[in-house]
T-cell receptor
Framework: DTEVTQTPKHLVMGMTNKKSLKCEQHMGHRAMYWYKQKAKKPPELMFVYSYEKLSINESVPSRFSPECPNSSLLNLHLHALQPEDSALYLC???????????FGSGTQLSVL | GESVGLHLPTLSVQEGDNSIINCAYSNSASDYFIWYKQESGKGPQFIIDIRSNMDKRQGQRVTVLLNKTVKHLSLQIAATQPGDSAVYFCAEEGMDSSYKLIFGSGTRLLVRP
């Protein structure tokens, strides 16, 4: 199994809603990532978890809250988002440092 | 490389020709470089990677060349096919963490039948 599975594929939410994005991998990878991608732009790193501990937070606003319940799962909790947060949110995993990332298909998020 | 602008550079090639996609990177200390392909509505898909102790690596129909002197990376695709049409991103190891992959701005490859 070389897949990273993300749910939901699409999400529309209002600025007062609370929602969560989910990501799962069964490759035994110990690093998991959240990236944000706007249209026609490259992916931008948000968070990195290594061995279930948050190791990198790229100064992401607190309305985005990551969670790593175990080595296979990664969540991104969303609260009070702004319309400019509309983007494709990508989850990825890797064996470790300086290793290729395996990406999921992403969640296309629209904030109204 | 840093992302710039709103418009992706586009490379248009005839089916069957070879394609060369170029990338300038910024971190001279980077040990790891990687190319991804992203089709519309999908996540980035790994193509090939290379470490700084090499200057060339070949895969199936793809070759990556690394020139550390001028901080330049290129992806060569042999006998380009319609299925190769996508956006291609190079990525380099971040300056302050080996967990970071910093993506370049991307190049759109269009394959003409």
């Amino acid at each position: 199994d070389t897949e990273v599975t993300q749910t939901p594929k699409h999400l529309v939410m209002g600025m007062t809603n609370k929602k969560s994005l989910k990501c799962e991998q069964h490759m035994g990878h110990r690093a998991m990532y959240w990236y944000k991608q706007k249209a026609k732009k490259p992916p931008e790193l948000m968070f990195v978890y290594s061995y279930e501990k948050l190791s990198i937070n790229e100064s992401v606003p607190s309305r985005f809250s990551p969670e790593c319940p175990n080595s296979s799962l990664l969540n991104l909790h969303l609260h009070a988002l702004q319309p400019e947060d509309s983007a494709l949110y990508l989850c990825a995993s890797s064996q470790g440092q300086n290793e290729k990332l395996f990406f999921g298909s992403g969640t296309q998020l629209s904030v109204l | 490389g840093e992302s710039v602008g709103l418009h992706l550079p586009t490379l248009s090639v005839q089916e069957g020709d070879n394609s060369i996609i170029n990338c300038a990177y910024s971190n001279s200390a980077s040990d790891y470089f990687i190319w991804y392909k992203q089709e519309s509505g999908k996540g980035p898909q790994f193509i090939i990677d290379i470490r700084s102790n090499m200057d060339k690596r070949q895969g199936q129909r793809v070759t990556v060349l690394l020139n550390k002197t001028v901080k330049h990376l290129s992806l060569q695709i042999a006998a380009t096919q319609p299925g190769d049409s996508a956006v291609y991103f190079c990525a380099e190891e971040g300056m302050d963490s080996s967990y970071k992959l910093i993506f370049g701005s991307g190049t759109r490859l269009l394959v003409r039948p």
